[in-house]
DNA sequence: CAGGATCCTACTGGATACTG
DNA sequence: CAGTATCCAGTAGGATCCTG
């Protein structure tokens, strides 16, 4: 799913905006900070980080704690609704799981140069 | 869902694009024809509809027949693999159902008019 | 009837540079 | 460290008019 070459970006069911459900992924475990939440996510800018963060925020899915003193961070993590967004997204990925294959063959046919 | 007021549309979940999860709704009964389909899907302009059964079409969810003669028209059926789209779109009507008063609660939260 | 052609707007996502 | 500010390209979606 993190990686470029994964099937994943051809899936028809998306959850949130582009990065989103990549973000729940890596909260899954546990809280994590921004620059943490930056690395699996290859490539991502802060603007584009901080707008999907923020989203997800304003929808009561994640919850930005500010963790101030000499080295100030901040932390992310799942609230409960948050967390329910799991199900159907593994839900989703059992079904990319079974299709794919339909899924790529079907492109295939329909691409002139196969 | 083809009402406008539906909350449906603050669902975090889509499949497809903006019409493709209301054109397999609309196809779950039976094959449609281009016309038929317009209906339900009020103010959809002949352009956006065919680009995305076009879509839907590439991807192998739907199929298109022309039945020529004097009164030409072209119909649109789900295969088996759209079929199989009904099942985490169910999944995802559940969640929604599920959830959406704390979504909305979360919404109002976050909005300063309240 | 079922589109295709053209034009247009708004939004999404990103590159780059800067800041408390 | 965790953003914000600006600028920018690509795309999705739509309005309008035209056609085999």
Redesign the pocket.
Known sequence: MFDPVCPSGLSPIRVG???AAMIIRCLEEGPR????L?IPLR?????????????LERDGFVV?T??PGP??????ALTPLGRSLLEPMNFACAWMEEHWEELLDAREAASPTG
Do not use: P, Q
């Open positions: 905006d582009k990065w900070r921004f620059s943490e930056r490539g991502i800018t802060a603007k584009v980080l901080t707008a999907s963060l923020r989203t930005r500010v963790c080295a100030r961070h901040v932390e992310y």
